[in-house]
């Protein structure tokens, strides 16, 4: 298949071409756009879940799509087979680029304003279920060993199926984009090995939007790996994938049967896993499955000194493998089909035992904190609430008090502006003894009270930050309205 493959990229050099050609945009226009995203203040402060210790240029994938979509505009106006290949399949390829879009506008909102999740979902169903009705969508499945005969999934399960594809791929890849580099070079792996296989299968259509997107992706990780120069945002892991998500669905309705259920599995196969750990992890602790934590995998890998860098080297290691298998798996031969499976399921097996996934003693300490879990969430809802609607710093402090109450704080204090204010937890013994820890809300320094010898249970650390960097996003909004600047505006 190797052979075939090069044989046929020597025929088609628009490939080989397109390819170098997105790789050097991004490679060139993301420092021009690092500069402007800090002069616009397109910025990821750090906080709360955030590693990075300083503001970063963040909605990076602005440019990745910004090349990506314009390599497919010119691989459209060429006069020559590429073009001739493409033109019958512009509505599918139109309809990708604008459900990518309308993603990517999702991720604009949520890395300028930060959109509820539940938000993000709902549209994430609408295109999906827009994306199904304009061709995107599986209608049978072969399953290997069974035969040859395809078995229609029917006017229920094949929508269903499509819809949870789409979105549960686009969420995936939205959660894996927790490490400097970690989403786009999973992301180049993804698409690199779905071009392959669409060339083998002659889906040249299909071939070339993956090879613009690993171009496009290649180029940007030079300035997204550790110490990443800029992030994607939402807006860009939203975008990569839904793209992702639809061309992988598309590339499944023209493949062999075979590859058709595994070729976009074991492409994807680290999102997938780590996304289904995640929602059984949050099942057992009794979590929101919509809310976030630090206990993903390239979070557990780092904790266990990789570092960023190392982690993720890792986890391209572990896609690589997968790839191989995907690889192998393009094969007819059922023998192959079944070494495959074999050797994917073994890889996970190890995965989970190296990172402590089967320690039962952690499922279950995790089940018996199920309502301290549901508790805090619900604490920690109310304050963001009661922060939102805040008009003042002393109603800053009280927001923030109902977290703080929860987790055993006594007194809450902050200093702005000269000025200083404090909050104290209704029936707090007077004369205990405390230990002070500093948090800061932008330019104020505050200070949270506990009683001596009790620390911070790691998951409300983490709700913790969030919430002050919440409360610093709304003391900063009342500064810019309060300045001549805003009080023009």
């Known amino acids: 298949m190797l052979t075939e493959i090069l044989g ?26 690092i500069s402007f995203a800090r002069r616009v203040g397109w910025v990821d402060a750090p906080g ?27 691989a459209l106006s060429l006069n020559n087979r590429v073009a001739e290949m493409l033109e019958p399949h512009r509505a599918a390829i139109l309809t990708a680029v604008l459900c990518t879009a309308v993603m990517m506008g999702v991720g604009i909102i949520d890395d300028l304003r930060r959109l509820p999740a539940r938000s993000k979902l709902l549209v994430e169903l609408v295109v999906a279920m827009a994306a199904y009705l304009l061709g995107y969508g599986v209608s049978a499945v072969t399953i290997p060993w069974v035969g040859s005969v395809a078995i229609p999934l029917g006017r229920l399960f094949a929508p269903l199926l499509s819809i949870i594809w789409i979105v549960g791929i686009t969420n995936a890849v939205n959660l894996t984009d927790g490490l400097d580099g970690l989403a786009v070079g999973i992301g180049f792996l993804a698409a690199a090995t779905n071009a392959v296989v669409a060339i083998a299968l002659q889906n040249y259509y299909m071939a070339v939007m993956m090879i613009v997107l690993a171009g496009a992706l290649l180029g940007f990780l030079r300035w997204n790996f550790h110490p990443a120069r800029v992030f994607l945002g939402d807006t860009g892991s939203l975008g990569l994938g839904m793209f992702l998500a639809l061309c992988s669905l598309h590339s499944a309705q023209k493949s062999h049967t075979v590859v058709m259920i595994l070729v976009p599995l074991c492409a994807l196969g680290y999102p997938i896993f780590d996304t289904l750990i995640a929602i059984a992890r949050r099942s057992v602790m009794g979590q929101p499955l919509l809310s976030g934590d630090r206990d993903h995998v390239h979070h557990r890998l780092a904790s266990r000194g990789y570092g960023t860098s190392g982690a993720a080297l890792r986890i391209y290691a ?29 890889l996970v097996i190890f995965c989970v035992r190296v990172l402590g996934y089967l320690e039962w003693a952690g499922w279950t300490d995790m089940a018996r904190g199920r309502d301290e879990t549901r508790l805090l969430h619900a604490a920690a809802e109310l304050a963001r609430l009661k922060i939102a609607a805040a008009t003042n710093l002393p109603e800053l402090l009280n927001g923030l008090g109902v977290f703080a109450a929860e987790i055993g704080a006594t007194a809450l204090e902050a200093h702005h502006a000269g000025e200083t204010h404090r909050w104290t937890r209704f029936g707090a013994p007077v004369g205990e003894q405390v230990t002070s820890s500093a948090f800061s809300i932008g330019q104020s320094a505050g200070l949270i009270e506990l009683p001596a010898g009790v620390t911070l249970d790691p998951r409300a650390l983490v709700r913790w930050d969030d919430l002050c960097r919440l409360a610093r996003d709304r003391l900063e909004s009342w500064t810019a309205a309060e300045s001549p600047a805003g009080a023009a505006r």
């Open 318 to 346: 572990a896609s690589l493998a997968l790839i191989v298998i995907c690889v192998l798996l393009s094969s007819v031969n059922h023998l192959v089909v079944g070494l495959g499976l074999l050797l994917a399921l073994a």
């Open 8 to 33: 046929i990229l020597s025929r088609h050099k628009s490939y080989m071409a397109l390819f170098v050609a997105a790789a050097a945009a991004t490679f060139l226009l993301t420092p021009l756009y």
């Open 48 to 74: 709360g879940r955030k590693q990075h210790a300083a503001p970063t240029p963040t909605m990076g994938g602005l440019v990745i799509f910004a090349v990506v979509f314009a390599g497919i505009a010119a």
